[in-house]
């Protein structure tokens, strides 16, 4: 039942789209700082309420954490296709992804993922993975903060991380923004790890961790940078795992 209820909702927001998209590309003809905002607004809307029909209990930890004064880089582990939405609802101010190539590919969601300032990767081409870095770059510096999974795809075991991949944080210490590290917890239960591939209510835990400064650091502390990252993620995580449950 989940899954034709999510069905039909993506139905009828696509079918929306068929209007509003338009109505956004002529907003965004005057003013593409407001065309961003509400789709920024439409999207985490849209977000809520498919995380609502699937059945995610979301609890938020350091919520305090997420600036709503300046752009910065989120960067979180990866278990589930909700990771994504999951923060997207709890981000205070414009955001963009990072997000694999293919999904270019979809009709529609790619013109709302443009909309909301996503960039895609491709990982066979390692100049345009350099393009990337620099429009990120260019992104946070305009004041649209960016999110980036450092694993680079999903990790199949839960309580588990995968070596980040050091370039993405490159994003950061050449923009001088601070990096906000999260951790999610239990978000494949929601489908991945279903037995039978169905929706299923499950209780998510994401933490956000106090934002590191970048703007100061030194060719060493940039160094150790993505271990220190990855050192707080994999302890919100192993924190958090008991509270699965609650």
């Known amino acids: 039942m989940r899954m034709i209820l999510v069905g039909l909702f993506l139905l009828l927001y696509f079918t929306a789209s068929l209007v509003v998209l338009p109505v956004l590309w002529i907003i ?8 961003n905002y509400i789709s920024f607004k439409i999207v985490r809307w849209a977000f809520r309420v498919i995380l609502f029909i699937v059945g995610a209990k979301l609890t938020v930890i350091g919520e305090e954490n997420i600036p709503d004064d300046r752009s910065v880089l989120f960067m979180g582990n990866h278990r589930s296709n909700f990771d994504a939405l999951i923060h997207y609802v709890n981000v205070k101010i414009p955001m963009g992804f990072i997000s694999k190539k293919e999904v270019k590919k979809v009709p529609l969601l790619n013109i709302w993922m443009d909309n909301i300032n996503c960039l895609f990767l491709d ?7 350099m393009q990337m870095v620099l429009d990120a770059i260019n992104m946070i ?3 649209i903060g960016i999110c980036i999974f450092p694993e680079g795809t999903r990790c199949k075991k839960e309580g588990e991380l995968l070596p980040f991949k050091s370039g993405s944080f490159k994003i950061a210490t050449k923009s001088k923004c601070d990096i906000v590290p999260f951790a999610i917890n239990n978000s494949a239960a929601l489908f991945e790890d279903s037995p039978h591939r169905f929706f299923r209510k499950a209780n998510v835990v994401i933490e956000y961790g106090a934002p590191i400064q970048t703007s100061e650091m030194s060719r060493e502390d940039v160094k150790e940078l993505p271990d220190k990252v990855r050192d707080i993620i994999a302890e919100m995580i192993e924190k958090n795992a008991a509270k699965e449950a609650v």
């Not at 965004?28 to 065309?35: I, P, Y």
């Not at 990982?123 to 993975?129: A, F, H, L, S, V």
């Open 28 to 35: 965004g003809r005057f003013n593409l700082r407001t065309k």
């Open 123 to 129: 990982r066979d081409d390692i100049k345009q993975g």
């Open 141 to 143: 510096k305009k004041g």
